[in-house]
């Protein structure tokens, strides 16, 4: 369900696909690529959502636009949700077919729709939230969501310029002498037209854009010994407190016991029980071996939405231990390996980069939406990478010739 692409592969591939499928021009179409960094910890639950940053799409007429996700599903906690939003702007409506897909999932969204301003897409994408946890499992370090969107002008008429631009330009052409005011329409229709093609020749056009959503992520690691581990009696609790330095954070007691059965068994809890908001929980627990490497047992995610006790057995017993206590037991301490991770804020969103295409022309610059914002050339920094090397060459060669002559002599 996760990309692991790089962002400018997964919009160039996307686009020439969907557009050739489409069979439109360049300049009719928009696309947008939206990343959420650490999906699998959002803290909202069933029925709640976040939206990607407005865009503005301008081959379609300068509407604005914006995705809205479901992380655990509008209705059904199955599946991931995301739908298309159309915002204020004119004009009141528009007709466009887009196409939305979340992940790599093989379901995607490919519908021709009338949009009022406020209106959202009749059809959403769909994605299974278990197989993004799989993946996630899987792959511990990439926990990237992609939602891909794409969509194209479907009006009939796409003129932006006016009558009376054109009247102007033809005026302007014969010092002011002419009176354009007796030329056919046809005549100014076609101009338009011209004047059209010739400005996506000259100025180059957003074709593309890049966002990101970061879900903020809290982590602790440390190490955790329970001595008289083979003596220790069910349902006797030893605890640990894990306090972050940030006042708005909540305050997590984790408790390690044995149960009645003689099995190992933690439990976490928010220790004062006052924590109003909801917030994620992901535990990973490893058992420390003497002399071989660390022993995995139990990695697992919670949404605390209120004052509850999340129960998580180790499987694995305290009989087990002391008949491996060769591996596992130094002065009859048995050792833990923690990593705890939270997400109790709001997420942070943003526009990072557009891609910029010109009729003539391969998309030919990217503007990194940054805190100077400022245009990258790809041609210039290609250049400046190649002379680089050359130089990096040249300075090679001269030490080795050097190294040579000093040998000979």
């Known amino acids: 369900m996760y990309r692991r692409d790089s962002i400018s592969i997964v919009q160039e591939n996307l686009k020439d696909l969907w557009d050739s499928d489409v069979g439109v021009k360049k300049h009719e179409s928009f696309g947008i690529v939206w990343r959420i960094t650490n999906f699998t910890m959002c803290k909202l639950e069933k029925g709640e959502f976040f939206e990607s940053p407005i865009f503005v799409a301008e081959s379609l007429q300068n509407t604005n636009w914006y995705l809205r996700l479901y992380p655990r599903g509008e209705r059904d906690c199955d599946d991931i949700v995301c739908y298309l939003h159309r915002g204020n702007s004119s004009p009141d409506s528009i007709t466009v077919r887009y196409k939305l897909s979340v992940g790599i999932s093989n ?3 490919d519908q021709v ?3 009022e301003m406020y209106s959202q897409s009749a059809v ?20 990237v969501l992609l939602v891909d969107c794409r969509l ?7 003129r932006k310029g006016s009558i009376f631009d054109v009247k102007s330009l033809i005026s302007y052409l014969h010092n002011y002498e002419y ?5 056919p329409q046809e005549v100014l229709h076609s101009t338009m037209d011209e004047v059209e093609t010739l400005k996506r020749k000259l100025r180059p056009y957003p074709e593309s854009c890049s966002a990101y959503t970061r879900i903020p992520v809290e982590r602790w690691y440390f190490l955790w010994s329970i001595k008289r581990f083979s003596e220790r009696q069910s349902n006797e609790k030893e605890a640990i407190t894990v306090i972050s330095v940030s006042e708005s954070a909540p305050k997590i007691l984790v408790t390690f016991f044995v149960d009645e059965e003689g099995d190992l068994e933690m439990d976490i809890r928010e220790l004062t029980g006052k924590y109003g908001s909801s917030f994620t929980a992901n535990f990973k627990i490893q058992l420390v071996g003497i ?13 605390f939405s209120s004052n509850e006790i999340w129960k998580i057995p180790l499987h694995i017993s305290q009989t087990d231990i002391v008949r491996q206590e060769d591996r596992f037991l130094l002065d009859d301490r048995l050792t833990f390996r923690c990593e705890l991770a939270i997400s109790y804020e709001n997420e942070v969103s943003n526009i990072d980069s557009c891609s910029y295409v010109s009729d003539d022309s391969k998309p030919i610059l990217e503007r ?3 805190y100077g914002q400022s245009i990258v050339h790809s041609n210039s920094m290609n250049s400046a990478w190649t002379h680089m090397k050359f130089v990096s060459f040249i300075c090679f060669i001269s030490f080795l010739l050097v190294f040579i002559y000093d040998a000979l002599a």
């Open 152 to 158: 194209w002008n479907c009006q009939t008429k796409q």
């Open 107 to 109: 379901q995607c969204a």
């Open 113 to 115: 729709q009338t949009f």
């Open 124 to 143: 959403p994408a769909y994605a299974r939230r278990d197989e993004v946890l799989d993946e996630v499992r899987k792959y511990p370090l990439v926990d």
């Open 179 to 183: 009176n354009a005011d007796n030329l």
């Open 291 to 303: 002399h071989e490497r660390n022993f995995e047992i139990r990695q697992d995610m919670h949404l």
């Open 368 to 370: 990194q939406i940054s």
